[in-house]
């Protein structure tokens, strides 16, 4: 039971990380979420969106972070 408790507060820090850097990064006006590779189609009556860019980003970072955790604990 420890162990999960452990692993209950590494993910509460880390979604409390991604939350803070999100309210910065909308502060920042860094281009997350309009990067190039983001794909927006407007038409008469609609939008399609599609963060490819950013769904990339997103991913590669998210891997590292826990490539990290990984490597640390053993």
Not at 15 to 34: D, E, M, Q, S, Y
Not at 60 to 69: D, M, P, Q, Y
């Amino acid at each position: 039971m420890v162990e999960v408790g452990k692993f209950l507060l590494l993910v509460g820090a880390v979604i409390i990380i991604l939350g803070a850097v999100l309210l910065f990064t909308g502060k920042l006006n860094l281009p997350v979420g309009r990067l190039p590779g983001d794909f927006v189609y407007r038409g008469k009556n609609s939008v399609f969106y599609f963060p490819l860019a950013t769904s990339l980003l997103l991913s590669a970072i998210l891997s590292l972070i826990f490539w990290l955790i990984g490597r640390s604990r053993h």
